[in-house]
């Protein structure tokens, strides 16, 4: 018995390290974990109070249309119930949307520093990759639109991008969407939308009028604190979500997740009180970092993505560790995700220290 060729060329996802694999390796008390962008808040009260009070019955299978939730999340976006998908988190939408799509004939574009599973699934369907190297930490949008050709099938955009927390604007996209075929599926994977408190980062449900080759995807895991439970959704034309729904399992969202999505949209004040705090802990981190020349770029996520000029992204990934602190390492720099204050004060002061002994 032997896999898909391509499948040996790849690994399966590994997590970080568990909080308790870190304490017993270090020998430490405390263990901070800022590496998966998850909201350091949690959820809002109402998500408990949801689940708790209306238990589905767990013998029966959910209801694999998400009438109630498509309901909500239609009157929430100000879209048709029609317009959208969902799926078990951004990453199954991410494999159905491939799957759908890709195939050994076709090729995908991409940034080269981006989200990873857009990679990945297009290797398992053997479809061939254009990768962009970022410019700046940017999506070269350029060069992208120079890599289409006519067996592209995807281009995608990751608005504000993981990891380096840069975004392409409302007049960068729509210059970008004006260029592309309509034979491309331009996917927008807008996972950290609500953080997104610049002017001009792009409001991209309106263009989903002009566009029928747009998708958006947002997902309830970042700021609405719900990545256990796992769903997320695409918002496209009613034309492309009826294709796209034949990729979908028939209940691939839980009936808890359903439930605790919808109560999580009813509570305004807790996703605004989370992008407000983060917001001003990135301001604390930038002034941090200038203080101490530790190259960033300025974030429209929950999470910054620095270098210390001196040391690899491994050795600051390792430094931390052993003090207790999980960040993400990546070949050119580390991912911080912003924790709560107290955390990212502590965290400033061990940069500063492990900055300041680089060379030593
Ligand atoms: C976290 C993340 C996702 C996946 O989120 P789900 O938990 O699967 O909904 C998708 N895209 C980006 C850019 C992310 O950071």
């Not at 976006?77 to 029609?82: A, C, P, S, T």
Request: aromatic fraction near 10%; proline fraction near 5%.
């Amino acid at each position: 018995m032997k896999v898909k060729e391509q499948l040996l060329t790849l690994k399966p996802y590994i997590p970080g390290k568990t909080t308790d694999e870190v304490k017993r390796e270090y020998n430490l008390d405390k263990i901070v974990k800022l590496a998966s962008n998850e909201n350091p808040y949690g959820c809002s009260p109402n998500v408990l109070q949801s689940i708790t009070t209306k238990i589905p019955s767990f013998a029966i299978y959910p209801d694999g249309a998400a009438t109630e939730l498509r309901e909500k999340v239609a009157e929430y976006l100000g879209v048709d119930g029609d317009q959208l998908i969902f799926s078990s988190g951004l990453d199954e939408l991410i494999q159905y949307l491939i799957r759908a799509l890709l195939s050994p004939e076709t090729n995908t574009v991409m940034a080269k520093e981006t989200f990873p599973q857009y990679r990945h699934h297009a290797i398992i369907e053997n479809a061939e990759l254009r990768e962009v190297p970022l410019k700046d930490g940017r999506h070269d949008l350029e060069e992208m639109a120079n890599q289409i050709d006519d067996r592209t099938k995807i281009v995608w955009i990751c608005n504000p991008n993981n990891p380096t927390g840069t975004y392409v604007n409302q007049l960068e996209l729509e210059g970008f969407l004006s260029k592309v075929p309509n034979h491309v599926l331009v996917v927008l994977d807008e996972a950290y939308f609500e953080y997104a408190t610049n002017d001009d980062y792009p409001n991209t449900i309106p263009l989903l009028n002009k566009y029928e080759n747009l998708l958006i995807m947002r997902t309830f895991s970042k700021a609405f604190g719900l990545a256990g439970f796992r769903i997320g959704y695409g918002i496209g034309a009613p034309s492309l979500i009826k294709q796209l729904e034949v990729a979908r399992l028939p209940f691939n969202t839980s009936a808890l997740a359903q439930t605790a999505a919808i109560a999580a949209l009813d509570d305004k004040d807790f996703v605004e009180n989370t992008v407000a705090v983060n917001a001003k802990e990135l301001v604390k981190y930038y002034q941090f970092f200038d203080e101490h020349q530790i190259s960033y770029y300025p974030s429209q996520g929950n999470f910054v993505f620095i270098n210390i000029s001196g040391l690899s992204s491994n050795e600051i990934f390792q430094r931390l560790l052993e003090k207790g602190w999980i960040v993400r390492a990546f070949p050119n720099g580390v991912r911080i995700t912003i924790g709560k204050e107290e955390e990212n004060e502590e965290l400033m002061k061990i940069i500063a220290e492990i900055a300041s002994v680089k060379l030593s």
